[in-house]
């Protein structure tokens, strides 16, 4: 503020004392307690919503559906996807799957289906590879094999083991989503 005589000029671009703390707390202030309330209770709902809450809300009713549906999936389509381990890779499908290990192949020819407890046992075949090319003619010197197993979350253990003498060819350790260290014949 200057003073001119008796007069006074009033220079000053910003608000009174009173003036800006209004100001302020209208523009900035009370905006940000509006948000952060309709967070607190759109999150209160959801959660309400989700365990088993009656919430009167018009979001409860989607938010149950949503939590309802999701505890529907089937383990055995879960386990749909790439699986790998030490020397071994397993590409499981909804009609079956393929496995490659260092030194041969397998397939499952029909859906792997889980019991109660996750495991499964399911015949498919097994043929061993060698290095090199294959000749023209060559046949695969490939049986029959039972692939068992249980998953647990995101980790398999797998047996395979001959139909023909019951021995056991190997137990391998798969976990879901991880890449493979397979070591091709040569």
């Known amino acids: 503020m200057l003073k001119y005589g008796a ?17 302020f707390i209208y523009k900035y202030i009370m905006p940000s307690i509006v948000f952060c309330a309709a967070i607190l209770f759109s999150v209160s709902v959801y959660a309400g919503a989700n365990a088993g809450l009656k919430v009167n809300s018009p979001f409860q ?3 149950a559906v949503k939590a309802k549906s999701k505890s529907r ?21 909804k009609n079956g799957a ?8 397998g397939g499952i020819g029909k859906k792997i289906i889980l019991d109660k407890a996750n ?50 060819i190997g137990t391998f350790t798969l976990f879901y989503g991880r890449e493979s260290t397979l070591v091709k014949c040569r």
């Not at 009033?10 to 800006?20: A, G, I, L, Q």
């Not at 999936?73 to 499981?92: F, T």
């Open 73 to 93: 999936i089937k383990m055995s389509d879960s386990i749909i996807g790439a699986w790998s381990g030490n020397h071994v890779s397993l590409e499981i499908t």
């Open 119 to 168: 495991r499964f046992d399911v015949s498919g075949t097994y043929a061993e590879e060698h290095g090199g090319p294959v000749r023209f003619g060559e046949q695969s010197n490939g049986y029959p094999v039972r692939y068992s197993g249980q998953v647990k979350g995101k980790k398999m253990i797998l047996t395979v083991k001959r139909k023909d003498n019951n021995k056991t």
């Open 98 to 105: 393929e496995i490659e290990y260092d030194c041969a192949t």
């Open 7 to 23: 007069a006074s000029i009033r220079c000053s671009p910003f608000f009174s004392k009173r003036e800006f703390n209004m100001a």
């Open 61 to 63: 009713t989607k938010c």
